[in-house]
């Protein structure tokens, strides 16, 4: 099955296509332009079907047995349309601008049993079908099922052959459209011999009125008059409890950790001047706590090349995920289509490329690093090679069951030609402006060549506590609003509370600095100065919550199933973990970072 009719359009659509569509932000239900002579022709595009319960799993409308014409010419589609799964083609459907018709034939079929099979699988599924006019979409039930009773069981199921559509202008513009089928009977799919042959005639119904809305955008029922749920609430009591907790933890780390580095600094000084003619072994072998391992805490960590590239990717995608919530604020794109989200996230993740390898290159000079080309090239491979295998195997699943979900070649070789020739370049010349730029390290402390004994740690001070605290902590605070997310990503919510994400997205970055500050204090308490790596796993471990988390959200939260659904859900997933671990990481390294520089710049030493 073709899934894209004019090839030769997308070979135009490169790098300008993703500026124009994240400055318009086009996709269905946005404004539209399109004006209208009573009389003239409206195009109904028939676009996609699926379960209804599984966002991700579309097939092509004319996939299913209905009413097709012989030549099926396809719509040139923009960017995020596709990404998004869409694939719309001409209809069958006469609609003309303000002239009503009544139930006019569409046409006549003549179904074999595998046919009516087919339908009757997809009815069972609760499979939905979305139409476009105008931009607008229109979605509905392919068919009606029935359970009753449990002695006697009855299992009836139904075809809607009639569709009404009701469409409202304003002037010459279309400003609202959607189908029903009410005061309609189904055609009952039951009691067919395998021999048999159903004829089924299809029909519909066009209703123009008038309105008084002179925008879209004004229209308070939602683009698709309330075939999906329009709006999430908000639950302002579970927010609440998040900025509690917030300011709780912030209030820890601010007073009661100041108090005790305050303390910490006032003994250690006090000591350093009474300690006069003795000399700085000495001092060390009758001192403890942080101080005594001043001469240690800047030993440069081991795999310095893979942090480096951690904290550059890390540091774009806190970049990207600030720049798409500002856009969502701005209302720079359609919030209520993913396909417009996508195409921004893709133009920021290749313009951003240059974030990663700036701050990757820059701290790698810094810290002593010598093989520059390899970072560089590590840091651009550190989430493109995972991203590349984790789409590789769900595109996979979905190109063998047919989905429309899988993405042409046309449009994979526009995403690796964009990648080739903005993101990789940009990481490289990022790398060379951060190596060239890069100054000293500049150690408050100097660092002996031969490495301090680590005494033995408790087992409340191991990698795997801090990681559980420090993953647990930040992950608490963003649990509500996660459940928004995955609601709207994995289901059929439409999210537009972008200030109350902000927001959230604000304390999950100040939560994870000040847990990171903290636990540092704590591992470098007990003369444990290998810092580096930990802060990074500690509250990077909150990627790893956010996965076990869609693992409950898809067995206790939601009604998806099928391979092509779970594979894409947690491919996905997985990759958002890892997203969320870089990013975090990140913030808790260089918060560690300056924590330890403030702490050490303030000592009295030799």
Not at 298 to 318: I, K, M, N, T
Not at 386 to 411: D, K
Not at 565 to 583: D, K, P
């Given at each position: 099955m073709t899934v894209l009719g004019h090839p030769r359009s997308w070979s135009c659509q490169c790098l300008p296509v993703l500026i124009l569509l994240l400055g318009t932000g086009h996709g269905p239900g946005v404004e539209g332009v399109t004006h209208y002579k009573p009389g003239?022709?409206?195009?109904?595009?028939?676009?996609?079907?699926?379960?209804?319960?599984?966002?991700?799993?579309?097939?092509?409308?004319?996939?299913?047995?209905?009413?097709?014409?012989?030549?099926?010419?396809?719509?040139?589609?923009?960017?995020?349309?596709?990404?998004?799964?869409?694939?719309?083609?001409?209809?069958?459907?006469?609609?003309?601008?303000?002239?009503?018709?009544?139930?006019?034939?569409?046409?006549?079929?003549?179904?074999?049993?595998?046919?009516?099979?087919?339908?009757?699988?997809?009815?069972e599924e609760l499979y939905y079908f979305e139409f476009v006019v105008d931009d607008l979409p229109i979605r509905g039930f392919?068919?009606?099922?029935?359970?009753?009773?449990?002695?006697?069981?009855?299992?009836?199921?139904?075809?809607?052959?009639?569709?009404?559509?009701?469409?409202?202008?304003?002037?010459?513009?279309?400003?609202?459209?959607?189908?029903?089928?009410?005061?309609?009977?189904?055609?009952?799919?039951?009691?067919?011999?395998?021999?048999?042959?159903?004829?089924?005639?299809?029909?519909?119904?066009?209703?123009?009125?008038?309105?008084?809305?002179?925008?879209?955008?004004?229209?308070?029922?939602?683009?698709?008059?309330?075939?999906?749920?329009?709006?999430?609430?908000?639950?302002?009591?579970?927010?609440?409890?998040?900025?509690?907790?917030?300011?709780?933890?912030?209030?820890?780390?601010?007073?009661?950790?100041m108090r005790v580095l305050r303390n910490?600094?006032?003994?250690?000084?006090?000591?350093?001047?009474?300690?006069?003619?003795?000399?700085?072994?000495?001092?060390?072998?009758?001192?403890?706590?942080?101080?005594?391992?001043?001469?240690?805490?800047?030993?440069?960590?081991?795999?310095?090349?893979?942090?480096?590239?951690?904290?550059?990717?890390?540091?774009?995608?806190?970049?990207?995920?600030?720049?798409?919530?500002?856009?969502?604020l701005l209302g720079m794109f359609n919030v209520h289509r993913h396909g417009a989200i996508n195409s921004a996230a893709i133009l920021l993740y290749a313009l951003t490329c240059c974030i990663s390898g700036y701050v990757s290159s820059h701290f790698y000079r810094q810290i002593g690093g010598e093989r520059w080309v390899w970072n560089i090239i590590l840091t651009t491979s550190l989430f493109s090679v995972?991203?590349?295998?984790?789409?590789?195997?769900?595109?996979?699943?979905?190109?063998?069951?047919?989905?429309?979900?899988?993405?042409?070649?046309?449009?994979i070789l526009l995403l690796l030609t964009v990648w080739l020739l903005v993101g990789f370049p940009l990481t490289v010349i990022g790398g060379i402006f951060g190596k060239n730029n890069a100054s000293p390290f500049d150690a408050p402390c100097r660092t002996k060549n031969i490495a301090r004994e680590i005494p033995p740690q408790p087992w409340y001070k191991s990698t795997v506590i801090h990681m559980t605290v420090g993953g647990f902590l930040p992950f608490s605070a963003i649990s509500v609003e996660l459940y928004y997310i995955f609601a709207t990503v994995w289901g059929r919510e439409q999210y537009t509370l972008y200030g109350i994400l902000f927001f959230v997205f604000a304390i999950l970055l100040s939560v994870g600095a000040c847990i990171s500050i903290a636990l540092t204090y704590f591992q470098l308490s007990g003369e444990d100065y290998r810092w580096w790596w930990r802060s990074v796993l500690s509250v990077g471990s909150t990627g790893l919550f956010i996965f076990l988390y869609s693992v409950f959200y898809?067995?206790?939260?939601?009604?998806?199933?099928?391979?092509?659904?779970?594979?894409?859900?947690?491919?996905?997933?997985?990759?958002?973990?890892?997203?969320?671990?870089?990013?975090?990481?990140?913030?808790?390294?260089?918060?560690?970072?300056?924590?330890?520089r403030y702490i050490y710049v303030n000592l009295k030493m030799d």
């Open positions: 003239d022709p409206v195009i109904l595009y028939v676009n996609k079907v699926g379960p209804y319960h599984n966002p991700q799993e579309t097939y092509h409308y004319y996939q299913l047995p209905v009413c097709c014409p012989e030549k099926i010419r396809h719509k040139s589609l923009s960017l995020g349309e596709v990404l998004d799964g869409d694939r719309m083609a001409e209809s069958l459907y006469d609609i003309r601008f303000r002239e009503n018709v009544e139930k006019r034939i569409l046409c006549h079929m003549q179904l074999s049993s595998a046919q009516v099979e087919q339908l009757r699988q997809a009815i392919v068919g009606y099922m029935e359970e009753s009773g449990f002695l006697p069981h009855s299992h009836k199921i139904g075809l809607w052959t009639h569709l009404d559509f009701h469409l409202e202008f304003h002037g010459d513009r279309i400003i609202f459209a959607n189908v029903s089928v009410r005061d309609v009977k189904p055609h009952s799919l039951d009691g067919l011999r395998s021999d048999e042959f159903l004829g089924l005639t299809h029909t519909y119904s066009v209703h123009w009125s008038e309105t008084s809305v002179e925008r879209r955008s004004d229209r308070r029922r939602g683009d698709d008059g309330g075939f999906f749920p329009r709006t999430l609430e908000i639950h302002w009591l579970s927010i609440i409890n998040s900025m509690v907790l917030v300011f709780l933890l912030v209030g820890f780390v601010a007073v009661i950790l910490d600094l006032a003994r250690y000084n006090l000591d350093e001047e009474t300690s006069s003619g003795g000399s700085s072994d000495d001092f060390d072998q009758g001192d403890n706590g942080w101080k005594i391992i001043h001469t240690d805490v800047f030993r440069f960590p081991p795999y310095r090349g893979l942090l480096c590239a951690v904290l550059g990717v890390g540091a774009q995608f806190l970049a990207l995920g600030t720049g798409i919530i500002v856009m969502a995972p991203f590349f295998l984790t789409w590789s195997v769900v595109n996979s699943v979905h190109w063998a069951n047919g989905s429309t979900q899988a993405l042409p070649a046309t449009t898809y067995a206790r939260r939601s009604n998806m199933s099928g391979a092509v659904q779970t594979v894409e859900f947690f491919g996905y997933s997985l990759l958002t973990g890892y997203v969320f671990f870089l990013m975090l990481g990140t913030i808790s390294f260089f918060s560690s970072l300056k924590f330890i």
